[in-house]
């Protein structure tokens, strides 16, 4: 299957890349940038020196059909908005890893991005690319909207007892910690090394841009308007992210009761892996790999649960779970072109 790649300068982009050159029915035959077109994508990043020489060029729709099967876009949020229905329109599928498609409501999707929506005809085709969540949706789709990095470890860690009713859904309070590379590969002040090296600081509390998206799944589970408190921190390392969960039970179960109730949702998916009691992950034991990685502890003296979701934000939070979804629109193992081991230390 040959693949357009539009978006292939950023840090999403160069994972798609990397995860699809390893991927044995799936290969990059074009890539689109209208920042860098006419460059060699290995003059952008030279470690593709050798394995990868493409250029990159200018975005031309005619006749691309005949040259691709599918498109992923890469890009920031605003841009797929107004391409992507182009190429869906003639007939290509579609995995779109911006926020432009996620959110199905127009009005929360100006609120929270601060740009114009997108058209809501394109909205409603586009089916949220949870990939252990609506894996039947994802297999008959053509438009996906990859989740986010954030709500990826959030609602993968937070459903399998929200589904059950074990937590009372108006209790539940995120903290989110992120590597830097979350932020993209443009150059800011927020990202300068002196600025986060050895700090750890929270940004956009009450503004970030996944909180509806997060709530929007888990209203749709719980059956009720849900609202959580989400705050993200940076932290001084290249990638990673750990969401760790506080929500009160609305009966007591045991920390072992928990694990068993996960294991059991989680059984038929092979990237979600249910640590055992007493063991909680952390980042560098999923780095590189499209693992998501959950602990869980239920505290008898407060009644709160405590999760902790950990997954690599370029994997698993943005092109690996892309290439996951490809896998299912397909009909092939989901495994396929993903089964690397996290690369460790």
């Not at 980042?283 to 869980?296: A, H, P, Q, R």
Request: charged share 20%; proline share 5%; hydrophobic share 35%.
């Amino acid at each position: 299957m040959k693949i357009l790649l539009i978006g292939g300068t950023g840090y999403g982009g160069i994972e798609l890349i990397r995860l699809l050159h390893h991927h044995p029915l799936a290969e990059v035959e074009m890539m689109y940038s209208s920042s860098q077109a006419g460059t060699d994508i290995q003059d952008i990043y030279p470690h593709l020196q050798t394995i990868v020489e493409k250029p990159l060029d200018t975005i031309q729709i005619t006749d691309i059909k005949n040259q691709v099967d599918c498109v992923f876009f890469a890009t920031p949020a605003g841009v797929s908005k107004s391409l992507l229905p182009q190429f869906l329109d003639h007939g290509l599928r579609c995995i779109d890893l911006s926020g432009d498609f996620r959110l199905q409501s127009s009005e929360k999707y100006e609120a929270w991005y601060k740009l114009s929506a997108p058209d809501e005809a394109y909205v409603k085709q586009a089916v949220y690319g949870l990939s252990e969540i609506y894996p039947n949706q994802i297999r008959n789709a053509s438009l996906i909207a990859n989740p986010g990095c954030y709500p990826t470890a959030t609602l993968l860690g937070l459903l399998p007892l929200l589904e059950q009713q074990i937590i009372d859904p108006t209790t539940i309070i995120i903290d989110g910690k992120s590597g830097v590379s979350g932020a993209g590969r443009s150059t800011g002040l927020g990202t300068h090394y002196s600025e986060i090296n050895e700090n750890l600081k929270a940004y956009k509390l009450g503004v970030h841009q996944h909180i509806p998206e997060i709530e929007q799944v888990l209203t749709s589970f719980a059956n009720e308007e849900v609202n959580v408190t989400f705050t993200t921190h940076l932290v001084p390392m290249t990638r990673g992210i750990m969401c760790t969960i506080y929500a009160n039970l609305q009966d007591y179960k045991s920390t072992q009761e928990l694990i068993d109730l996960y294991k059991q949702f989680y059984n038929e998916h092979p990237f979600v892996r249910v640590r055992k009691e007493g063991n909680i992950p952390a980042t560098k034991e999923v780095y590189g790999s499209n693992f998501c990685d959950i602990g869980l502890y239920s505290d008898p003296r407060t009644g709160r649960v405590t999760i902790v979701s950990v997954i690599d934000n370029l994997v698993k939070g943005a092109a690996g779970q892309a290439v996951q979804n490809l896998n299912l629109m397909n009909g092939w193992d989901i495994r396929t072109g993903l089964l690397s081991i996290p690369v460790y230390p």
